[in-house]
């Protein structure tokens, strides 16, 4: 057969499809097995399917949402692997470029041949199960048309996107480790960065973030798209019966699909273009383009110098203090990570070993002078990172997070919100105090151990986190500890730390006495905890907080032995749809003290006992154990004490 | 016809054709020679569009040869390493050129059975190299093409089977006005079929001519100067010299008429001119090149 048109030869796209039916083949059979089990368990006599057209568009829904984009994502590589491998071979690159048909025309054959072959499972596997579904009395709902444009424009994003990279690289076996470098990589990058500025930078603390999330496909169609579904009781046989039935189902944040589908067009058309420029004689080479190899190796350098010197660097940096070291350390071992990025780099793209010569190594020595000039550019703080402090006005909430939470309101809480921003900038004053405290001595008893995070939501919408290490000896900084713990201790502030006043309700509460009780206590209990009413839930909560008012309780700042512990917990409705209710939850722990008269008395008053007794015992405890601790001091542990210095 | 214009290919930094002219008559048969490295193979995927050039023009019948499906469908080509689809038969690959060349003849494929007794069914990579070749031939052929274009087309092949590809070959030419480009270094076959021919070293095309011109521009004579001349005189501009007794031969880049005219007044008292085989010719130009046979005894 002859084509008619230039941009499609039917012969090689039928000799594509034919040459690797194996594949599709095999998918085939797995897409039809739903089929057949629907058809067994109907002849059986229970089907597990049910066939009202809100279910069928729930289970439409569900394959488009999270079966689509995993099978896509997958069958992608493969598929380019099979129709973009002659790429890979100075011999069948010859071949094909050799015969009658324009590189345009070539590459729009091989691409639909590719799609067609992710498709032809789904194609198989589909009809058999909408014949089925049909036999059994269901109906085709207009989920299934979107079901099925989910499953072209998934397969399509991911095979332009495998596509994209198996025309940038010659190499068949550098094909699918690209492709899964280039899936990942932006969001891996973004969290190595952010581990190794949390390693070096004081206040920023690593924690997973998916801001880039974006740039990877998967994981961003995989979590935020999704099936919202509603069910309400149902009981159509007996009153006994309790079932329920689906009301209503609602595809999330679908318009991300269209969004990839809108970016495979424009990598199949950068394929395209690639390809037309690409040299045949670059076959087998892990770049083909030559203009992309020096972005290729600096990103390479980039992600290997920053996971491999961390990795040297958290090895050898066990017991140095001294910043000057750590610096002369940081640049020892991420130079010799950049090195061996840099060789092992070029020794990929250029595929030889022999890479040791005049031009590379003006190219090294301008790498390593990168590293230097990072690393301290790191340690002196030249982006200001470290003392970066959000503006008043430009903070929508602030939560500050230590042994307790408490959550501000940058419009309600001007004065608290100006307060933490004080303290903020406080502490990273004190950072040499702070950095010298962390190594001080572990059994210094004016020591004070603690931490403090500081979450700023910005209007602009982003999120500004910090986190202290707050170790200090009490007397040696008396009045930094005394600046801290007004804050920490201010009335209205730690008001804040029991939700007084904003939109958490207390949702539990349990609570357990630290000594062991005789027969005047109930027992019965779960573990030593106590399971609350609603009034002894709101009793003991108003205890705490008079004990609060009257400075008996000072959350965290308090030497005195702990005789009982409370857990409140608190639930704030943040968000609600037709279908979904967003809560946020929050925990309150009180460390019972001795002299905090009320919650004591409030414990007397749920476990039945005088409120003298239960003093009494209290207090004998914390004089048993506030001796124990005397006797059990380690006077012997030495910890040898490091000046900072910058 | 063929024609290739200052082309320029570089690999990496390494110029593998600098310059390269070469021009290939329509309906002739053009043998491309060179030593080892010289840049042939180069040349072959510029005419079939593998490679695009750096610089320079490849045009087949003044039209561009790159990306340009036209031209490529009056093209066949068999290369040294011929590819075919792993699990393809003969009948399977046939369907494939028929699908692709537009002017496929299922007529001639059928005829040509007969020279190349192969079972169309088996599946080629179960062939020797010398039957997969044949049917590279086979299926070239079967394009009907108006140009051929050829690396080392006979490797691989037995005497009874070169001679059956070579005449099936030259009759396509003398029938159909097929432009035959051949790359061998199998200089003595390709003397029998040539009639022009390109001596190809270091990414240049030295020498391309007529191949009756080319050996009627070199010449081996065999001459007895009297007792008085020892030695070839200074003034005789010679390629080659070797004496046997008192017998010397000469390599003389002329004809044999002008060469006896500059011995003449030497009185030589025997002269013998024998025409160069194609080889000789070969070894003898890229003499002067530094591409010589080296007398190294190990």
């Not at chain 2, 016809?1 to 054709?17: H, N, S």
């Not at chain 2, 080659?240 to 002008?258: C, D, P, Q, Y």
């Amino acid at each position: 057969m002859k084509s008619k048109t230039s941009l499609f030869n039917k012969t090689i796209f039928n000799n594509n499809i034919k040459r690797v039916w194996p594949f599709w083949g095999l998918l085939s059979f797995f897409a039809l097995l739903p089929s057949l089990l629907i058809i067994v368990e109907s002849f059986r006599g229970y089907s597990e399917i049910s066939t009202e057209p809100l279910e069928m568009k729930h289970l439409y829904y569900q394959c488009a949402t999270y079966i689509a984009p995993f099978v896509a994502f997958a069958t992608a590589i493969i598929a380019a692997m099979l129709v973009w491998s002659y790429l890979d071979s100075t011999r069948s690159v010859g071949f094909y470029h050799s015969i009658p048909i324009s590189k345009t025309g070539l590459f729009v054959t091989q691409f639909v041949s590719g799609l067609t072959i992710m498709l032809i499972p789904y194609a198989i596997g589909g009809a058999a199960f909408i014949l089925t579904v049909l036999c059994l009395g269901g109906g085709f709902p207009l989920a299934t048309l979107v079901c099925i444009g989910t499953v072209i424009a998934d397969s399509f994003f991911f095979f332009a996107f495998a596509t994209l990279i198996a025309h940038l690289t010659g190499n068949i076996l550098a094909l699918p480790a690209l492709y899964l470098v280039f899936n990942f990589l932006f969001i891996a990058l973004e969290n190595l960065l952010n581990f190794v500025c949390s390693s070096f930078l004081f206040g920023l603390d690593f924690e997973l973030s998916d801001k880039t999330a974006f740039l990877t496909p998967i994981y961003k169609l995989l979590s935020d798209v999704y099936v919202n579904t509603e069910y309400s009781p149902w009981s159509p046989f007996s009153a006994n019966y309790e079932g329920s039935r689906l009301i209503s189902v609602e595809w999330v944040n679908y318009h991300w699909v269209l969004i990839y589908a809108a970016v495979g067009v424009v990598f199949a058309i950068g394929a395209l273009m690639i390809y037309k420029r690409r040299r045949s004689e670059a076959a087998g080479d892990v770049i083909s383009t030559k203009c992309l190899k020096p972005i290729i190796h600096a990103v390479y350098v980039v992600t290997v110098t920053a996971l491999f010197g961390l990795l040297l660097y958290y090895m050898f940096n066990e017991g140095i203090i001294d910043c000057r070291m750590k610096i002369v350390l940081a640049i020892i071992c991420f130079g010799v990570a950049a090195t061996i990025a840099y060789y092992t780099g070029l020794m990929l793209l250029e595929k030889t070993v022999k890479v040791f010569n005049k031009k590379t190594l003006k190219g090294l020595i301008v790498t390593l002078a990168a590293v230097v000039v990072i690393c301290f550019g790191v340690k002196y703080d030249v982006l200001k990172v470290e003392r970066r402090i959000p503006k008043l006005s430009d903070i929508e909430t602030v939560e500050v997070i230590s042994q307790n939470n408490f959550y501000l309101d940058g419009k309600k809480d001007q004065e608290l919100v100006q307060k933490t921003l004080d303290i903020h900038k406080l502490i990273i004053d004190n950072k040499r105090v702070l950095v010298n405290e962390m190594y001080g001595d572990m059994n210094d008893e004016y020591r004070y151990d603690g931490y403090v995070s500081f979450f700023y939501h910005l209007k602009d919408g982003s999120t500004m986190v910090r986190r202290y290490n707050i170790d200090l000896n009490k007397e040696n900084h008396k009045e930094l500890f005394e600046q801290y713990k007004n804050y920490m201790t201010d009335k209205k502030m730690t008001l804040r730390v029991m939700h007084d006043n904003d939109d958490y309700e207390i949702e539990s509460a349990d609570f357990n006495i630290n000594w062991d009780h005789d027969e005047r206590y109930p027992s019965g209990l779960d573990y030593g905890w106590y399971e609350l009413t609603d009034k002894q839930i709101r009793d003991l909560y108003e205890a705490v907080k008079a004990d609060l008012q009257e400075g008996s309780w000072e959350p965290g700042f308090s030497d005195k032995e702990g005789v009982a512990n409370i857990y409140f917990n608190f639930e704030k409705l943040m968000d609600q749809t037709e279908y979904r209710s967003y809560y946020s939850y929050d925990t309150l722990y009180v460390d019972v003290k001795d002299n905090m008269k009320h919650s004591l008395e409030a414990i007397a008053d749920i476990m039945g006992v005088s409120h003298e007794d239960l003093m009494n015992d209290a207090r004998k405890y914390a004089k048993d154990m506030e001796e124990w601790n005397k006797e059990h001091r380690y006077d012997d542990m030495n910890v040898e004490y490091y000046e900072y210095r910058d | 016809m063929i024609e290739i214009k200052d082309l320029v290919k570089t690999f990496d930094g390494f110029r593998a054709l600098d310059g390269t002219n070469i021009v290939v008559p329509k309906g002739s048969v053009y043998g491309l020679v060179g030593p080892n490295g010289a840049g042939k193979s180069t040349v072959i995927r510029h005419i079939l569009g593998i490679y695009k050039e750096d610089s320079g023009t490849v045009t087949i019948d003044g039209t561009p040869v790159w990306d340009n499906q036209s031209v490529k469908e009056r093209c066949a080509s068999i290369p040294d390493d011929w590819y075919y689809f792993p699990n393809a038969t003969i009948k399977e690959m046939m369907h494939y050129y028929k699908g692709i060349y537009k002017n496929f003849s299922v007529e001639r494929y059928e005829k040509l059975k007969e020279a190349f007794p192969i079972d169309e069914k088996k599946m080629i990579r179960h062939l020797s190299k010398g039957m997969q070749k044949q049917v590279a031939f086979w299926l070239a052929l079967s394009t009907m093409p108006d140009c051929l274009i050829l690396d080392e087309p006979v490797d691989g092949l037995d005497p009874v089977m070169r001679r059956q590809v070579w005449s099936l070959m030259m009759s396509d030419v003398s029938e159909r006005g097929t432009t035959v480009l051949v790359s061998s270094h199998n200089l003595r076959e390709l003397e029998d079929v040539c009639d022009h021919v390109g001596i190809m070293d270091k990414g240049k095309v030295l020498i391309e001519r007529d191949l009756n011109e080319l050996q009627d521009n070199m010449v081996k004579l065999q001459v007895v100067f009297g007792t008085d001349i020892t030695e070839v005189p200074k003034d005789i501009p010679v390629l080659h010299v070797s004496k046997l007794g008192r017998v010397f031969t000469l390599i003389m880049r002329m004809n044999a008429e002008r060469a006896m005219e500059v011995l003449k007044p030497y009185s030589p008292m025997l002269v013998d001119a024998i025409p160069l085989t194609l080889e000789e010719i070969f070894i003898y130009e890229l003499g002067g090149e530094n591409y010589e046979v080296k007398d190294i005894v190990i």
